[in-house]
């Protein structure tokens, strides 16, 4: 498997713009988070979904931001409209069982100019 | 993650053995793991303990649990300056949710 696949992996923006980040789960794994990662902050859990539910999007910072796994193979985090305090890198996981490993894709470093 | 903390920084000698800590707040986490993150990578599994265990050693890696504190260490013997990276402790919670700490930067000296 080619693990967890995420795109695309730089994305430059306008402020106002709408950014849309893609994950691709291992398949046969369960359950699918979404991760942003800033020096300020670390890293933070903003959604997290089990079977394409979403369990808990209480991380997600506003209104502005929107996740959906349409099916077991993809996923989507939506910012709209993006702002510079947006700019970080965001990171896809997916394991297959409660407890089991969670495998992280490398990422997609998000700057808003 | 406000759940999990831990340091920040960690500077260790080559050669020296490593210690990071972590404080969690799940009383009900069923696994504890640490994630290893090389630079420009996502992070990666280093190892994880069950909750009803209290030590578990693999390799150079000792996992220290105290469940009535909360508290999770990771001891690295004879650290290399492979070593430095950041690394994440984080809880498994009964509801499927994986929370991580901020991470902490060791940074290995000659």
């Known amino acids: 498997d080619a693990g967890v696949i995420q795109s695309p992996r730089h994305e430059v923006t306008e402020m106002g713009q709408e950014v849309t980040l893609r994950c691709k789960p291992i398949?046969?794994?369960?359950?699918l988070f979404w991760y942003r990662q800033t020096m300020m902050r670390g890293l933070e859990l903003l959604i997290y979904f089990n079977n394409n539910v979403p369990i808990d999007d209480s991380g997600m910072p506003e209104d502005r931001f929107s996740a959906k796994m349409p099916n077991a193979s993809f996923s989507t985090l939506k910012i709209q409209p993006s702002e510079p305090r947006d700019s970080a890198v965001y990171f896809c996981?997916?394991?297959?069982?409660?407890?089991?490993?969670?495998?992280f894709g490398q990422g997609t470093r998000l700057t808003v100019v | 993650g406000e759940d999990v903390e831990q340091s920040l920084f960690l500077s260790v000698r080559e050669g020296d053995s490593s210690v990071i800590n972590c404080t969690y707040t799940?009383?009900?986490?069923?696994?504890l793991y640490w994630y290893k993150q090389e630079p420009g990578a996502g992070l990666q599994l280093l190892t994880y303990?069950?909750?009803?265990?209290d030590m578990k050693q693999d390799q150079r890696l000792t996992v220290l649990l105290n469940k009535k504190d909360k508290h999770l260490s990771l001891r690295i013997a004879d650290t290399q300056t492979g070593d430095s990276a950041i690394y994440f402790c984080?809880?498994?919670?009964?509801?499927?949710?994986?929370?991580f700490g901020a991470g902490t930067t060791v940074t290995v000296r000659a």
């Open positions: 996981a997916s394991r297959r069982d409660l407890g089991t490993e969670a495998f």
């Open positions: 799940d009383s009900s986490s069923t696994y």
């Open positions: 984080a809880e498994n919670g009964n509801d499927y949710k994986l929370s």
């Open positions: 303990i069950f909750s009803n265990m």
């Open positions: 398949s046969g794994h369960n359950s």
